[in-house]
């Protein structure tokens, strides 16, 4: 069973580009949530969407941004790039919401680097 | 405000020995708790987990202890081997909220010496 795959593994952008990442979930998993990590705050919570539908939002500018296509393949953009947003970008699925019932599976990252 | 904390950078043990990993939270409504294990260059994979109704659970050399009192949790890993060196997340989930979205800590590196 393939894991979480995210696409680009590493990319580099200027301030003020936007970028755009991808994410394909466990086949059969509806629940894809975005992470960012960076050293000096660890894994923060973007946001999270199932069934095509933002269910919740982390605490980040409107510049981030994301959708979610009806395969449950999901992409996140980040526009108006700072270099503050350079980090691991992880990606994360699961079954399905509701009550917690399991654990998150996470994608190797994609690392952003904003020169 | 953080709501998972995890105050050690880092811990260095000895192969063979105990690692005792702690982690601390202030959110009363967190209501279940998970360690990741992070690699360089990999993502975060579920290490084990643990309800608030209970105190302990364990699953081979890992065992989670919650202390809902103190609001807080530790992971021994006995013995601890070199392969266990990596970085090592707290996290928690609020009573009634769905598994989309987890609290974590900043995370402790864990360094196993031969």
């Known amino acids: 069973k393939a894991g979480v795959t995210q696409t680009p593994r590493y990319l580099i952008k200027t301030r003020g580009q936007q970028v755009t990442l991808s994410c394909s979930p466990i086949s059969g998993h509806r629940s894809v949530s975005w992470y960012q990590q960076t050293p000096g705050q660890g894994l923060q919570f973007l946001f999270e969407?199932?069934?095509?539908?933002?269910?919740n939002k982390g605490n980040f500018p409107g510049r981030f941004s994301g959708r979610q296509f009806s395969n449950s393949r999901s992409e996140m953009n980040v526009s108006t790039l700072e270099l503050g947003d350079s980090a691991l970008y992880l990606c994360?699925?699961?079954?399905?919401?509701?009550?917690?019932?399991?654990?998150?599976?996470f994608g190797e990252g994609s690392r952003l680097t904003v020169l | 405000d953080q709501q998972v904390k995890q105050n050690s950078p880092s811990l260095s043990v000895q192969e063979g020995r105990i690692s005792i990993l702690n982690c601390d939270y202030t959110?009363?409504?967190?209501?279940?708790f998970l360690w990741y294990k992070k690699y360089p260059a990999e993502g975060p994979t579920f290490l084990i987990s643990?309800?608030?109704?209970?105190d302990k659970n364990e699953d081979g050399r890992f065992t989670v202890f919650l202390n809902k009192s103190a609001k807080h949790l530790s992971l021994h890993i006995v013995p601890s081997q070199p392969g266990d060196s990596a970085v090592y997340f707290c996290a928690a989930s609020a009573k009634g909220g769905s598994n989309y979205k987890l609290t974590f800590g900043k995370g402790t590196l864990l360094t196993v010496n031969p």
């Open positions: 643990i309800s608030s109704i209970k």
């Open positions: 994360a699925s699961s079954l399905s919401g509701g009550t917690y019932t399991g654990e998150l599976f």
């Open positions: 959110n009363s409504m967190f209501d279940y």
């Open positions: 969407y199932f069934s095509e539908t933002q269910r």
